[in-house]
C-alpha cells in the first residue's frame, strides 16, 4: 500500500505548456504538502493545506495553484512553464503540522520543462 | 538572515564506525528539530524528532542531541553498515509551528 502517492512520476514539456501534478494519500492525514528540490537537492515548501483549508503559501509564483478537493488528495497546477520550473516536486502529509510522526512524502515528481 | 547549514562535503566513513552529522541554524527558534533520510530519486524519509526542551533522543543505532544555546544539533549512527549511505536532511518547525523548513543535507557514503 503506497502511503502517499504522486502521479505522474516523471515530466517532460515544452515551456508555455500547462501541466498538472497530482497527489493522493490514504493515511488519514489532515495536512498535505507541496515542497519542491531544486537541482542543487534543496528542499523548499511551497504550499500546506489543512482539512482542505490553504495555511502556507509561500512567495511562490501565482502561475503555481494547488487545489484540495478534500483532505486526502492535494493536486498542483502550474500554467505557462518556464525552464526554472524544472524540479522535483514532493507532495507529503501528516497529522497537524506539528505531527510527533513526522511527515511523510511521496517518491516525487521529476518535471523538465524543455 | 535565516539559515539552516549542514555540512555539504560528502561524509566518508568506514564500516563499524559511528558516523555524526552536524545541522546549525541561525535566527530560528524552532519548536522541534526532525533527521530525514533521503536516498536518490526517493522522497524523504522520517527517521527522528526532538523538541526544544529536550537534548537527546535515541531510536535503535540513531541517537540526535539538540542544544538550542549553541543551536545545533548532532545526529550519531552508531555501527554504520553500508546500507545507511544516503542524504541526510534536518528540518525545524518554525513559522507558528506550522512550517517545516530543511537544510541542504549531508552525503554519508559507509564503506566495506
Not at chain 1, 2 to 10: D, E, G, L, R, W
Not at chain 1, 36 to 42: I, R, V
Not at chain 1, 65 to 75: E, I
Not at chain 1, 87 to 114: D, E, I, P
Request: charge should be positive; proline fraction near 4%.
Amino acid at each position: 500500500d503506497t502511503a502517499v502517492s504522486q502521479t505522474p512520476k516523471y515530466l517532460v514539456t515544452q515551456m508555455g505548456n500547462d501541466k498538472s501534478i497530482k497527489c493522493e494519500q490514504n493515511l488519514g492525514h489532515d495536512t498535505m504538502y507541496w515542497y519542491k528540490q531544486d537541482s542543487k537537492k534543496f528542499l523548499k515548501i511551497m504550499f500546506s493545506y489543512n482539512n482542505k483549508e490553504l495555511i502556507i503559501n509561500e512567495t511562490v509564483p501565482n502561475r503555481f495553484s494547488p487545489k484540495s478537493p478534500d483532505k486526502a488528495h492535494l493536486n498542483l497546477h502550474i500554467n505557462s512553464l518556464e525552464l526554472g520550473d524544472s524540479a522535483v516536486y514532493f507532495c507529503a502529509s501528516s497529522q497537524g503540522a506539528k505531527s510527533n510522526y513526522g511527515y511523510t512524502f511521496g517518491s516525487g515528481t521529476r518535471l523538465t520543462v524543455v | 538572515s535565516q539559515k539552516i547549514e549542514q555540512n555539504s562535503e560528502a561524509l566518508n566513513i568506514q564500516e563499524g564506525k559511528t558516523a555524526t552529522l552536524t545541522c546549525n541554524y541561525t535566527n530560528y527558534s524552532p519548536a522541534y528539530l526532525q533527521w530525514y533520510r533521503q536516498d536518490p530519486g526517493r522522497g524523504p524519509v522520517f527517521l527522528l524528532l526532538i523538541r526544544e526542551n529536550e537534548k537527546e533522543k535515541r531510536k535503535e543505532r540513531l541517537k540526535v542531541t539538540f542544544d538550542t544555546t549553541l543551536k545545533q544539533s548532532l545526529f550519531h549512527i552508531t555501527a554504520s553498515q553500508p546500507a545507511d549511505s544516503a542524504t541526510y536532511l534536518c528540518a525545524l518547525l518554525v513559522g507558528g509551528y506550522n512550517k517545516l523548513i530543511f537544510g541542504a543535507g549531508t552525503r554519508l557514503a559507509v564503506h566495506p
